[in-house]
């Protein structure tokens, strides 16, 4: 079955994305490539954003597509923790789906 995250999308469209530097590209820990600086913002000297999840509304600007209906993340691979630990089946996403008029997944069983 594949992810219900790739016609959905409306997490990119609702949080703000905020993590170390040392998961920006080139960074010591940073997994793959690391995510690209010029699509983030600093904050601090140990926080970076990623570009458009502070705007309102929010937007991340690696993502592609129509929110609900086909989405797809430019930088999957290199993505932030924040993303790569987001879960479906957390309240966060129900009110994520929420905010863009999209029922609520279906529960795994």
Not at 8 to 13: F, R
Not at 14 to 22: I, L, N, Q, S
Not at 46 to 54: H, I, K, P, S
């Amino acid at each position: 079955m594949s992810s219900p995250c790739i016609t959905c999308g409306a997490c990119c469209a609702a949080f703000r994305v905020d993590f170390h530097p040392v998961e920006l590209a080139g960074g010591v820990f940073a997994w793959g490539a690391g995510v690209p600086r010029e699509m983030t913002v600093p904050v601090t000297a140990r926080l970076v954003r990623m570009a458009g999840t502070d705007a309102s509304p929010p937007r991340c600007v690696a993502l592609e597509g129509v929110v609900g209906e086909a989405v797809a993340c430019r930088i999957y691979g290199e993505r932030p923790s924040p993303c790569r630990e987001f879960d479906v089946e957390h309240a966060a996403c129900a009110r994520a789906r929420r905010q863009h008029g999209l029922p609520p997944l279906p529960e795994r069983g």
